[in-house]
């Protein structure tokens, strides 16, 4: 007895230890050579134009976009309100955005209470994109100026993240880059996660984004730097850019810290992504194959998985978190009868492995199976 006892406890403490977090791709932790690279940054005050390392960022980051320019901000939602901002100067301005994009759905309606811009939300398709059509029916006849907003603006997402990380490719792009030049209005691209969608198409990410105006590109998701963004653009944009971030607060002193794990993340992290696409699709075809539980493994094209509990099953969203969290594996749940897993650089084929099985003894529990 003594001894089942003390190997009960050893089990159990082993279960507990262990770690997969799967919560989301801003959950890594800064790596020895970015903690290296941060404790021995040259700095100096941003604000004032001078962080060399700060600097040095920006270009590397406007080279790889292919735009003249870029700037360090603190956030994807500060760095997508810029955008917006910048591009829809008069209050009462309109952009053209899907209705489950990032900044419809998770940027706390910035783009309204602190810009003044009217958002024109058209219904997005199950791969991230907009119907062409309808983005084009959607702009508004200058002719009405007196009675609707102005549109000025076109947003879209690449990967999108509330369609699994779908990928739009550079095609489709270009060609609402071209409804937006042919009605004289701008597009930003919310690129928080496009790095991801650059090695999933295999298109230069400069190429995929060619047709933007602006793009903001997220430093902390899949490339797992510790904080930040970055957005893009013509020098005049970003010259704006710049005034807004210091009026929202952004302007930070020496963030050449911040900005040399940036730099390696660059450097070391973005060829590991395809490694991070290929065990979201081997957990994504593990987890297709366990019954209760419903994937469309199809639908995997970057680092993000949606997993529905199938009806009628006695299982829970809510019983399976707990389950895996009492054995160390973090997740979210996106809606009552879905979970979201996403993974990245610090998850490794073991974790993927051993979340297949923490799965499968969850909905066999469950199910009485």
């Known amino acids: 007895m003594i001894f089942f006892y003390f190997w009960f406890v050893v089990v159990v403490e082993k279960m507990v230890t262990r770690r997969v977090d799967l919560r989301s791709d801003t959950v890594t932790k800064p790596t020895e050579s970015m903690r290296a690279a941060m404790a021995s940054a040259e700095v100096d005050d941003d604000v004032l134009g001078y962080d060399p390392t700060a600097l040095l960022l920006e ?5 790889i976009m292919g735009k003249e320019a870029a700037l360090f901000v603190p956030s994807g939602t500060m760095g997508n309100l810029i955008a917006v901002l910048v591009h829809c100067e008069v209050r009462g301005s309109e952009v053209i955005l899907g209705d489950t994009c990032h900044i419809n759905i998770f940027e706390n309606g910035g783009i309204s209470t602190i810009g003044g811009v009217h958002s024109r939300q058209i219904k997005n398709n199950d791969d ?3 119907d062409i059509d309808l983005i084009e029916a959607a702009i508004r006849d200058p002719r009405g100026e007196l009675m609707f907003p102005t549109t000025t603006l ?10 699994g990380g779908r990928c739009l490719s550079v095609e489709y792009t270009d ?3 071209e409804v937006a030049k042919k ?4 597009l930003h691209i919310d690129g928080a996660r496009i790095f991801n969608a650059s090695v999933a198409l295999g298109v230069p990410v400069d190429r995929l984004v060619e047709a933007a105006d602006s793009v903001s590109v997220c430093l902390s998701k899949g490339i797992g730097a510790p904080v930040g963004s970055v ?3 013509s020098k005049n944009f970003i010259a704006k ?4 971030r210091k009026t929202l607060g952004g302007g930070m002193r020496q963030i050449g810290i911040l900005c040399a794990a940036a730099l390696v993340a660059l450097k070391e992290n973005v060829g590991k992504l395809e490694s991070d696409h290929k065990k979201t699709r081997l957990l994504a075809d593990g987890l297709h194959e366990i019954k209760g539980l419903k994937i469309n493994p199809g639908s995997v094209e970057t680092n993000i998985i949606f997993i529905d509990i199938v009806d009628g099953s006695r299982t829970t969203t809510e019983k399976i978190i707990k389950y895996l969290e009492e054995r160390g594996i973090l997740l979210m749940r996106d809606k009552p009868s879905r979970l979201r897993v996403v993974l990245h650089h610090q998850i490794s084929a073991s974790d993927v492995q051993y979340t297949l099985s923490c799965f499968q003894q969850a909905v066999q529990i469950e199910n009485g199976n």
């Open 241 to 244: 850019a710049k005034r807004l």
């Open 59 to 63: 270009t590397e980051m406007a080279k």
């Open 154 to 163: 076109i947003c879209l997402e690449n990967s999108h993240a509330n369609s």
């Open 128 to 130: 991230g994109t907009i």
């Open 183 to 186: 009605h004289g209005l701008k």
């Open 231 to 233: 957005i893009v653009g």
């Open 175 to 177: 060609r609402v880059g």
